[in-house]
C-alpha cells in the first residue's frame, strides 16, 4: 500500500490547524510558488500540483476527516521506533521598509545542532505587499526526520520612522512661525522620495497628524498610516534695556 502524502507538512501546517489556517496558508502558497512566476519550470508546477492535492483534501471537512482517519491507521502502534519528525524552528529576519512593497529574495540558514548535517540554507521568496510579522512555512527537507522552519519578517529600525505593526511614526520640525500661520511641508515617505504634509494653522507643539493610508502593507490588504507628531520651538525675542 503506498505511503499517504503529508499534505500538512506540504502546506507548513501542523494536524491541529484550523480551517482558516488552511485556507491562508495555501493561498500565500500558491502564489509564491506558481509556474507564472518561475518561468513555468517542472519544479514549480510539481509544486503546485501538491498543493493543490492538499488543499483539495484538507480544504474540505469530510475529507479531511477521511484523511486524518486514514493517516492515523497507518500510523505504527506499540513499541515502534519510527524516526520522529523534527520539531519546527522559528527565525526573524529583517527587511527593509521599501521591501515590503516590491518583495525580495533571500536566504535563510539555520543552525540546528539536531541535525548531524550541518547547517541548512533554504530560500524564501517575499512577495510584493507583504505586512510587517508575517510567517513563512518552510519544509526542512535536509533536516532529519523532516519538520518546518517558520520565518517570521519584521521591519529593520530606520531612522526616519518607528514601526508600530503597520503604522509609521515619523517627527516634523516647522518654526513656531509655520505653527501659527500653516501650509505645506514634507516629510521622508516609506516607499521613497518626499510626502505632502498640510499643517493646519495654530497647530500644537506636539499635536499629530494622521496620514491614511501611507504606513506599511496590512495583513489583510490595504496600508497602515503614517503618524507625524509636529515639533517646534517658539521664537524668543531679547531685549536689551
Not at 499517504?4 to 496558508?25: F, K, M, Q, V
Not at 484523511?67 to 519546527?88: F, I, Q
Not at 519544509?139 to 520612522?161: H, K, N, S, T
Request: aromatic fraction near 4%; include cysteine; charge should be positive.
Amino acid at each position: 500500500m503506498p505511503a499517504l502524502p503529508d499534505h500538512y507538512a506540504t502546506l507548513g501546517l501542523a494536524s491541529r490547524c484550523t480551517a482558516n489556517d488552511i485556507r491562508e496558508a495555501y493561498r500565500l502558497l500558491a502564489k509564491l510558488h506558481h509556474p507564472d512566476r518561475h518561468g513555468g519550470s517542472a519544479e514549480a508546477v510539481a509544486r503546485t500540483q501538491e498543493l493543490n492535492a492538499a488543499y483539495e483534501t484538507l480544504g474540505d471537512p469530510d475529507r479531511r476527516r477521511e484523511y486524518d482517519e486514514a493517516r492515523a491507521a497507518a500510523r505504527p502502534h506499540g513499541g515502534g521506533r519510527g524516526v520522529r519528525s523534527a520539531p519546527a524552528i522559528t527565525q526573524e529576519v529583517h527587511l527593509r521598509l521599501e521591501e515590503f512593497f516590491r518583495g525580495t529574495s533571500l536566504e535563510v540558514t539555520v543552525h540546528d545542532p539536531g541535525n548531524p548535517a550541518g547547517a541548512e540554507t533554504y530560500a524564501l521568496d517575499v512577495p510584493p505587499g507583504t505586512a510587517p510579522g508575517t510567517r513563512f512555512r518552510l519544509r526542512r527537507e535536509a533536516a532529519l526526520g523532516g519538520g518546518i522552519l517558520v520565518v517570521r519578517v519584521r521591519a529593520r529600525p530606520d531612522f526616519r520612522f518607528k514601526v508600530r505593526g503597520s503604522d509609521l511614526k515619523a517627527d516634523l520640525r516647522i518654526t513656531a512661525q509655520r505653527a501659527k500661520q500653516g501650509g505645506i511641508e514634507w516629510v521622508a515617505s516609506a516607499t521613497g522620495g518626499k510626502q505632502r504634509v498640510e499643517i493646519p494653522a495654530g497647530i500644537a507643539r506636539g499635536e499629530t497628524l494622521r496620514l491614511d493610508g501611507e504606513g506599511l502593507p496590512k495583513p489583510r490588504g490595504g496600508r497602515g498610516d503614517l503618524l507625524v507628531r509636529v515639533m517646534y520651538r517658539p521664537e524668543v525675542t531679547i531685549r536689551r534695556r
